[in-house]
C-alpha cells in the first residue's frame, strides 16, 4: 500500500463533520494537544522549535469525491491559535505508527453480530502500518483489557486474534466506563498519535462515568475518536447521536453500517485515513490553562475542492506558579 496520492471510496457509510467556514480558497480545521517534544521526535523528525512543547494536529484531507489526498506541502498550511497565527515547527505526511484501543461492546445483545466485528477488527489490523500498538478493550456492565494489560502490533494478527477469541458476549453496556478506561491506556501508550475505534449496537445503560466525564476528558487528550454504531432497527437502548458527538468532539468519524461488508469497509476506510493523514505542530502561543480555538487554513490551486478535518482545539498547560 503507497503512502502517497489518494485513496478510492468503498462501500462504507460515514456520516463526515458539518462543513466549516470557508475563507476563498482555504477550508478550516483545527487541532490537538500539548506533547513533549522528545515524543514525537522518534516517529516525526521533520521539525525546527527551541521549545520542549508542540501543540499537535492530526489533519484529514479529503477531495469532493471523498478520497484522501496526502501530496499536499507544508507551505500550503496555516496555521492560526485563537485568530492568531503561529509558525509551522512540523509537518509530517509520513505514515507513522499509532497507538490504537479498539473498544468493543460485548454486552448480551452483540451475541450475533461479534463474529463480524471480530472480521472487521481483523481486517483494521490488516490495514494499519504493521508498527501501530494496539490495545483491545472489551466491555458489558464490566471493562477488562483482552489483552491482560499486554501489547499488540498489527502486524501480529495471531495474538490479536487469540485476545478477540475472549470476547464472551453477556450483560449491559457500560460504554463510557469503557471509553474512560480506552482513554487512561492510551495515555500511557509508546506512540505519540492515538486513536479509538469504538463498535457498539447501543447506548449506555450502566456506567458510572457519564457522557459529559467521556467528552471532558477526549477534550484534554490527543485522541481522535472513530465509532461505529451496529444498530439493530427498533432495539432500545440506541444513541447514535451520542455516537456522533464523540467523532465531532476528537475530529473524528461516525459510521453506520447496515450489514457485514460495510462493517468490513468502515474498518479498512478508518486504518487508511490514519495513515493517509498529516502531522502538523507549532509552540504554544499561551500557557494559560485555556481551551484554544485552532484554524488550519489551505491554499493552493486546488484549495476549493478540499475539505479539512481535525478535532476543534485543545486546552493549553499551565505555566508553572
Known amino acids: 500500500m503507497g503512502r502517497r496520492g489518494s485513496w478510492d471510496k468503498r462501500d462504507w ?7 466549516l467556514p470557508a475563507f ?27 521549545s520542549s512543547e508542540l501543540v499537535v494536529l492530526p489533519v484529514v484531507v479529503t477531495n469532493r469525491d471523498d478520497a ?16 492568531r497565527r503561529q509558525q509551522v515547527s512540523l509537518f509530517s505526511n509520513a505514515d507513522t505508527p499509532v497507538s490504537a484501543a479498539v473498544v468493543i461492546d460485548d454486552s448480551g445483545s452483540m451475541r450475533n453480530k461479534l463474529g463480524q466485528v471480530i472480521a472487521a477488527t481483523l481486517a483494521f489490523a490488516r490495514s494499519s502500518n504493521p508498527d501501530d500498538e494496539l490495545f483491545v478493550i472489551e466491555f458489558n456492565e464490566r471493562v477488562r483489557d483482552a489483552a491482560g494489560e499486554g501489547t499488540l502490533t498489527a502486524r501480529d494478527p495471531h495474538a490479536l486474534e487469540a485476545a ?25 501508550a509508546a506512540r505519540p498519535r492515538k486513536v479509538v475505534v469504538l463498535m457498539s449496537d447501543g447506548g449506555d445503560n450502566a ?13 484534554r487528550s490527543n485522541v481522535t475518536i472513530y465509532a461505529i454504531g451496529l444498530y439493530d432497527q427498533g432495539a432500545p437502548d440506541t444513541n447514535p447521536d451520542v455516537l456522533k458527538k464523540l467523532a465531532e468532539t476528537t475530529g473524528g468519524q461516525r459510521y453506520l453500517p447496515k450489514s457485514p461488508g460495510p462493517l468490513l469497509a468502515a474498518c479498512e476506510r478508518i486504518a487508511r485515513e490514519i495513515r493517509s493523514g498529516y502531522t502538523l505542530g507549532y509552540v504554544p502561543p499561551d500557557r494559560d490553562g485555556r481551551f484554544h480555538l485552532v484554524r488550519v487554513l489551505i491554499d493552493g490551486p486546488n484549495a476549493r475542492q478540499l475539505r479539512v478535518r481535525t478535532r476543534p482545539g485543545y486546552f493549553a498547560a499551565r505555566a508553572p506558579e
Open 207 to 219: 456506567s458510572r462515568a457519564g457522557l459529559e466525564d467521556v467528552l471532558a476528558r477526549a477534550r
Open 164 to 188: 478477540l477469541r475472549t470476547l464472551k458476549p453477556a450483560g449491559q453496556t457500560a460504554l463510557y466506563d469503557a471509553l474512560m478506561v480506552g482513554l487512561d491506556r492510551l495515555e500511557r
Open 13 to 19: 457509510r460515514a456520516e463526515s463533520l458539518p462543513a
Open 68 to 83: 484522501y489526498v496526502a501530496d499536499l506541502a507544508a507551505n500550503q498550511f496555516a496555521v492560526y491559535d485563537n485568530g
Open 24 to 50: 476563498p480558497a482555504l477550508f478550516l480545521a483545527a487541532a490537538l494537544c500539548v506533547f513533549p517534544l522528545e515524543a514525537l521526535a522518534q516517529d516525526l523528525p521533520t521539525f525546527q522549535a527551541s
